[in-house]
């Protein structure tokens, strides 16, 4: 096995000098073929350069190794200087980093470790978890390690602490400055140890950062760099945390993900418990959280100290293989009603109620505060303690307790109401100087104009709270005439107002105005007054009669005695009320006439005034068109001679007279032929008459095989038109049916004994067939019918067996 692992060994080292060897043929053969004016180094390009250096770095060669290689290939020490040289040049500036490796690179940017655990958005806890078990209130502070936003992470461009202990993969960086220039990075090893080239390897694993500093710069100045960090000495040196490692911490107890978490060197406790997800809020303790170190609790976490005060005491850094235990939680209590935060809350051994409010932010701004009422589990079943102010700061809370904070009553102590007509309305102090009623009626600006002094009243709370009534004489109040009345808490004083005593008086105005409706009464309104504010007279009224109707107001019936006054006025149109008044009694006439509430006045319309009314005629006429009906007694003659007559090819048995959308029967031909008889119709508005060419079919519809439209002819019979409609159904009513003339006439079939007299077909006719009233047997087949008739006898035989036997 010795031997073995000596030769693989030995291969492993042949095999890094062959890429090396064969690194530098490429290399040189591309440096052979370009011009040799200068050094061979400053003809390479800056990724050719870095190239080199990560090749050779990559294979874990030394940069002394890289150098007797270089050489090796025809570099001189002058390349290899410059090679070195720009390398650093190159990091300086950022265009690239490497790691695990001794470089003369002067970036100091400090990276997380890619091997630390993180905390997806999915792992994050679902809102049920963070609820107590009756899906209640959540558990305080569990909604800390729900928020994304707040992960805890270490910031990695803080300076270095002065108490981080240095450890393997930790990487130190050394810059050295003044008469001596050098910048180092030195990677902690496995083992504990950084290498400087050409030195010892030096340990400094386990101690502080300052310890390392003291130790590197104390080898550093054996080592040649002579004061280096003397003063004095113009040689200075500074140690720095260049790139840090990542360590394992073990989170165990209840916690929503206990396990094993890689986290950077300088993560916290807090860090570590986000990556868990936290303590688990059904069993886990948010307040005694250990942080164990070698077997020793070196710190006790209460997560409530940085949720309410924003202490970071307890977030400590961790170290590696340390272990944070989540332990159980003893007493959680519930705490619910008129406080700021409600929640679950976990107290610890001789904390109180009073400090159990301090977690829930304290009482709600209309929180009743003289006691607290607790439900507490007992060993067999549930009591209730009233917990009172003098006894929160002594109270013990148990686990399982649940505190309801009630709400102040929505009553006042000392609250007086007063309302109605009065200036200024609304809820006052009963207060020295506002006892009575006087004193408060003076407190709200006194009284208004309108207010009722006959009677006064106030609603009062008696002691049951039943309402009380007591009423009193405010006029006499207010004079002083009787004693003024002191006011007890929750009084309600109600000062009325005259139109609370009465009807809404308005006054209706009808007739020939542009809006009649009912006005709301003015006193000293004048009829002019009203028509004004009713929109003025329509164009058809007559201002010179306008009727004022009036109620009389009397106590006893008389049959004598007429119900309403009737008052007759003449208005012009410009609304001055002429002097003389209509139907009364003279000596009132100059008298200006006021207008009272519940007053009629109705504008009547001039019996003379007739707005236009238009009528219609239309078809073959000479000039179809509207006409306004000219004089009362115009008629269906009158129009057609007004439309210029009819057309040669006018058709009159069709003519369709029109009322009101109906059509009217009436016969045109025999108006043209004699105006005086009866079918010579009055016009009257929105008339409108159609006379059509002649028509060539004739309609057949109903109950017939083929409804349809049928060529009228001359020498056709009802039948032969029946005929063209494929004859009658076996549902048709032939002795019903009835023929629709154009001009909107009905004439129907007449049948004597065993004979039926069919109507005359007309050109332009709709002939009409009605179908027989609906029969469920006829919609039945043969077949249904037989198997109905087949059930039916089925039935009647079982029953006539049941009732044999």
Same mark, same amino acid.
Request: aromatic share 8%; glycine share 6%; net charge neutral.
């Given at each position: 096995?010795?031997?073995?692992?000596?030769?693989?060994?030995?291969?492993?080292?042949?095999?890094?000098?062959?890429?090396?060897?064969?690194?530098?043929?490429?290399?040189?053969?591309?440096?052979?073929?370009?011009?040799?004016?200068?050094?061979?180094?400053?003809?390479?390009?800056?990724?050719?350069?870095?190239?080199?250096?990560?090749?050779?770095?990559?294979?874990?060669?030394?940069?002394?190794?890289?150098?007797?290689?270089?050489?090796?290939?025809?570099?001189?020490?002058?390349?290899?200087?410059?090679?070195?040289?720009?390398?650093?040049?190159?990091?300086?500036?950022?265009?690239?980093?490497?790691?695990?490796?001794?470089?003369?690179?002067?970036?100091?940017?400090?990276?997380?470790?890619?091997?630390?655990?993180?905390?997806?958005?999915?792992?994050?806890?679902?809102?049920?978890? +963070?609820?107590?078990?009756?899906? *209640? /209130?959540? =558990?305080? @502070?569990?909604?800390? !390690?729900? &928020?994304?936003? %707040?992960?805890?992470?270490?910031?990695?461009?803080?300076?270095?602490?002065?108490?981080?202990?240095?450890?393997?993969?930790?990487?130190?960086?050394?810059?050295?400055?003044?008469?001596?220039?050098?910048?180092?990075?030195?990677?902690?090893?496995?083992?504990?140890?950084?290498?400087?080239?050409?030195?010892?390897?030096?340990?400094?694993?386990?101690?502080?950062?300052?310890?390392?500093?003291?130790?590197?710069?104390?080898?550093? +100045?054996?080592?040649?760099?002579? *004061? /280096?960090? =003397?003063? @004095?000495?113009?040689? !200075?040196? &500074?140690?720095? %945390?260049?790139?840090?490692?990542?360590?394992?911490?073990?989170?165990?107890?209840?916690?929503?993900?206990?396990?094993?978490?890689?986290?950077?060197?300088?993560?916290?406790?807090?860090?570590?418990?986000?990556?868990?997800?936290?303590?688990?809020?059904?069993?886990?303790?948010?307040?005694?959280?250990?942080?164990?170190?070698?077997?020793?609790?070196?710190?006790?976490?209460?997560?409530?100290?940085?949720?309410?005060?924003?202490?970071?005491?307890?977030?400590?850094?961790?170290?590696?293989?340390?272990?944070?235990?989540?332990?159980?939680?003893?007493?959680?209590?519930?705490?619910?009603?008129?406080?700021?935060?409600?929640?679950?809350?976990?107290?610890?051994?001789?904390?109180?109620?009073?400090?159990?409010?301090?977690?829930?932010?304290?009482?709600?701004?209309?929180?009743?505060?003289?006691?607290?009422?607790?439900?507490?589990?007992?060993?067999?079943?549930?009591?209730?303690?009233?917990?009172?102010?003098?006894?929160?700061?002594?109270?013990?809370?148990?686990?399982?307790?649940?505190?309801?904070?009630?709400?102040?009553?929505?009553?006042?102590?000392?609250?007086?109401?007063?309302?109605?007509?009065?200036?200024?309305?609304?809820?006052?102090?009963?207060?020295?100087?506002?006892?009575?009623?006087?004193?408060?009626?003076?407190?709200?600006?006194?009284?208004?104009?309108?207010?009722?002094?006959?009677?006064?009243?106030?609603?009062?709370?008696?002691?049951?709270?039943?309402?009380?009534?007591?009423?009193?004489?405010?006029?006499?109040?207010?004079?002083?005439?009787?004693?003024?009345?002191?006011?007890?808490?929750?009084?309600?004083?109600?000062?009325?107002?005259?139109?609370?005593?009465?009807?809404?008086?308005?006054?209706?105005?009808?007739?020939?105005?542009?809006?009649?409706?009912?006005?709301?009464?003015?006193?000293?309104?004048?009829?002019?007054?009203?028509?004004?504010?009713?929109?003025?007279?329509?164009?058809?009224?007559?201002?010179?009669?306008?009727?004022?109707?009036?109620?009389?107001?009397?106590?006893?019936?008389?049959?004598?005695?007429?119900?309403?006054?009737?008052?007759?006025?003449?208005?012009?149109?410009?609304?001055?009320?002429?002097?003389?008044?209509?139907?009364?009694?003279?000596?009132?006439?100059?008298?200006?006439?006021?207008?009272?509430?519940?007053?009629?006045?109705?504008?009547?319309?001039?019996?003379?005034?007739?707005?236009?009314?238009?009528?219609?005629?239309?078809?073959?006429?000479?000039?179809?068109?509207?006409?306004?009906?000219?004089?009362?007694?115009?008629?269906?003659?009158?129009?057609?001679?007004?439309?210029?007559?009819?057309?040669?090819?006018?058709?009159?048995?069709?003519?369709?007279?029109?009322?009101?959308?109906?059509?009217?029967?009436?016969?045109?031909?025999?108006?043209?032929?004699?105006?005086?008889?009866?079918?010579?119709?009055?016009?009257?508005?929105?008339?409108?008459?159609?006379?059509?060419?002649?028509?060539?079919?004739?309609?057949?519809?109903?109950?017939?095989?083929?409804?349809?439209?049928?060529?009228?002819?001359?020498?056709?019979?009802?039948?032969?038109?029946?005929?063209?409609?494929?004859?009658?159904?076996?549902?048709?009513?032939?002795?019903?049916?009835?023929?629709?003339?154009?001009?909107?006439?009905?004439?129907?079939?007449?049948?004597?004994?065993?004979?039926?007299?069919?109507?005359?077909?007309?050109?332009?006719?709709?002939?009409?067939?009605?179908?027989?009233?609906?029969?469920?047997?006829?919609?039945?087949?043969?077949?249904?019918?037989?198997?109905?008739?087949?059930?039916?006898?089925?039935?009647?035989?079982?029953?006539?067996?049941?009732?044999?036997?």
């Amino acid at each position: 096995m010795l031997t073995k692992d000596k030769l693989s060994y030995s291969i492993c080292r042949n095999y890094q000098f062959s890429f090396i060897l064969l690194l530098f043929t490429l290399i040189g053969m591309n440096w052979a073929a370009a011009q040799q004016a200068g050094s061979r180094a400053n003809l390479m390009s800056d990724e050719q350069v870095l190239d080199f250096y990560r090749q050779a770095q990559s294979r874990g060669l030394t940069e002394s190794q890289i150098e007797i290689a270089a050489m090796s290939q025809g570099f001189t020490q002058a390349d290899i200087a410059i090679l070195r040289r720009r390398n650093a040049e190159i990091q300086t500036k950022g265009a690239a980093q490497s790691k695990d490796r001794v470089t003369t690179s002067s970036s100091n940017a400090r990276t997380l470790p890619s091997d630390v655990s993180t905390r997806n958005a999915t792992d994050s806890l679902p809102t049920t978890t +963070r609820r107590d078990a009756n899906g *209640g /209130l959540a =558990v305080f @502070g569990a909604s800390l !390690f729900a &928020n994304a936003s %707040l992960s805890f992470e270490p910031n990695l461009r803080i300076a270095t602490p002065r108490n981080y202990i240095v450890g393997p993969d930790d990487e130190i960086g050394i810059d050295i400055s003044g008469a001596s220039s050098d910048n180092l990075k030195l990677k902690v090893a496995p083992e504990g140890t950084v290498k400087i080239q050409n030195l010892p390897p030096i340990f400094v694993s386990g101690l502080t950062i300052e310890q390392a500093q003291a130790r590197i710069v104390d080898r550093l +100045r054996k080592s040649g760099y002579q *004061g /280096l960090g =003397v003063p @004095g000495s113009n040689t !200075f040196v &500074n140690v720095t %945390l260049a790139n840090i490692r990542s360590i394992k911490v073990t989170i165990v107890g209840e916690v929503v993900r206990p396990g094993t978490y890689t986290i950077s060197s300088l993560g916290s406790a807090f860090n570590a418990l986000y990556l868990a997800g936290g303590p688990n809020p059904a069993t886990g303790s948010f307040r005694k959280i250990n942080v164990i170190r070698g077997n020793h609790v070196v710190r006790t976490i209460d997560l409530y100290d940085y949720i309410l005060r924003a202490d970071q005491r307890d977030n400590i850094r961790l170290m590696d293989q340390d272990v944070i235990r989540v332990a159980d939680y003893q007493t959680h209590v519930e705490l619910t009603g008129q406080v700021r935060r409600p929640a679950i809350f976990e107290m610890l051994p001789g904390e109180t109620v009073k400090t159990m409010l301090s977690f829930a932010g304290g009482f709600a701004d209309d929180a009743y505060r003289a006691s607290i009422t607790v439900r507490r589990n007992t060993d067999r079943e549930r009591q209730i303690k009233t917990i009172t102010e003098a006894q929160m700061a002594d109270f013990v809370p148990q686990s399982g307790d649940t505190y309801f904070v009630g709400k102040i009553l929505e009553r006042y102590e000392n609250r007086v109401q007063i309302g109605g007509a009065i200036m200024r309305p609304g809820d006052f102090a009963i207060e020295p100087g506002t006892e009575t009623v006087r004193q408060l009626i003076q407190r709200a600006e006194g009284l208004r104009n309108d207010a009722f002094k006959n009677r006064a009243m106030i609603v009062r709370e008696l002691p049951n709270l039943d309402k009380e009534n007591i009423s009193f004489d405010l006029g006499k109040l207010m004079k002083g005439e009787i004693a003024d009345i002191p006011l007890m808490k929750q009084d309600v004083l109600t000062i009325l107002s005259i139109r609370d005593l009465r009807e809404e008086y308005f006054i209706n105005v009808e007739g020939a105005v542009n809006e009649p409706s009912a006005i709301p009464f003015v006193s000293n309104m004048s009829i002019a007054d009203l028509v004004a504010n009713a929109g003025g007279f329509r164009e058809g009224a007559k201002p010179s009669l306008i009727e004022v109707a009036r109620r009389i107001r009397q106590d006893s019936l008389d049959a004598n005695t007429p119900a309403l006054e009737i008052h007759r006025f003449s208005i012009d149109r410009d609304l001055q009320i002429s002097a003389q008044e209509i139907g009364n009694d003279p000596a009132k006439s100059k008298v200006p006439f006021a207008l009272q509430p519940f007053d009629i006045v109705y504008v009547r319309t001039s019996p003379t005034y007739e707005p236009q009314q238009q009528v219609y005629i239309g078809g073959q006429v000479m000039q179809p068109g509207s006409y306004a009906i000219f004089r009362p007694r115009e008629r269906i003659a009158d129009l057609i001679k007004r439309a210029g007559g009819l057309k040669p090819q006018a058709y009159l048995a069709a003519a369709q007279f029109k009322r009101d959308g109906l059509n009217v029967g009436t016969d045109i031909s025999k108006v043209i032929e004699n105006p005086n008889t009866d079918d010579n119709l009055l016009l009257s508005p929105n008339d409108t008459l159609f006379i059509p060419r002649r028509p060539e079919v004739v309609s057949i519809q109903g109950a017939v095989l083929n409804p349809a439209l049928v060529s009228y002819k001359a020498s056709y019979s009802f039948d032969d038109y029946v005929s063209d409609a494929g004859g009658f159904t076996e549902n048709a009513v032939e002795k019903k049916t009835y023929v629709i003339y154009p001009n909107g006439h009905k004439k129907r079939t007449h049948k004597f004994l065993f004979f039926k007299t069919w109507p005359e077909i007309e050109p332009g006719s709709t002939v009409i067939v009605p179908f027989k009233p609906f029969d469920v047997r006829s919609r039945l087949s043969t077949g249904e019918r037989i198997s109905i008739l087949s059930l039916l006898a089925t039935l009647a035989f079982a029953l006539t067996n049941v009732l044999r036997n």
